[in-house]
């Protein structure tokens, strides 16, 4: 079993960077294909980006693709998103999603072990 603890949220001005952390207990973490999804108010979850337990990387989402990259350390335990060029519309929970040696799907269903999120705002 995992657990998924989100790290680094918060209110940001439009343009601005920010890095998110998921730290994952155990000792399979290289094992584990992970993933970011986000929710806006009033929104479906939405994918974002995923990191295959090989390294692939899925493509992220359209929304966010140029200005989201996301990356893992398994020696900390640790995935990231780097968020650049920020937008309002960017703010949303962002949730990290893990599944044992996925396929970096992009649909929630797939993955078997959430995190609670982390709230980030983005100022216009």
């Known amino acids: 079993q995992v657990q998924l603890v989100e790290s680094g949220g918060g209110l940001v001005q439009s343009g601005g960077s920010l890095r998110l952390s998921c730290a994952a207990s155990?000792?399979?973490?290289?094992?584990?294909?992970m993933a970011w999804f986000r929710q806006a108010p009033g929104k479906e979850r939405e994918f974002v980006a995923a990191i295959s337990w090989t390294g692939g990387r899925t493509d992220p989402a359209d929304s966010v693709k140029g200005r989201f990259t996301i990356s893992r350390d398994n020696a900390k335990n640790t995935v990231y998103l780097q968020m650049n060029s920020r937008k309002p519309e960017d703010t949303a929970v962002y949730y990290c999603?893990?599944?044992?040696?996925?396929?970096?799907?992009?649909?929630?269903?797939?993955?078997?072990?959430w995190g609670q999120g982390t709230q980030v705002t983005v100022s216009s």
């Open positions: 999603a893990a599944e044992w040696r996925g396929r970096g799907a992009t649909v929630g269903e797939a993955y078997d072990y």
């Open positions: 155990g000792r399979t973490f290289s094992s584990y294909t």
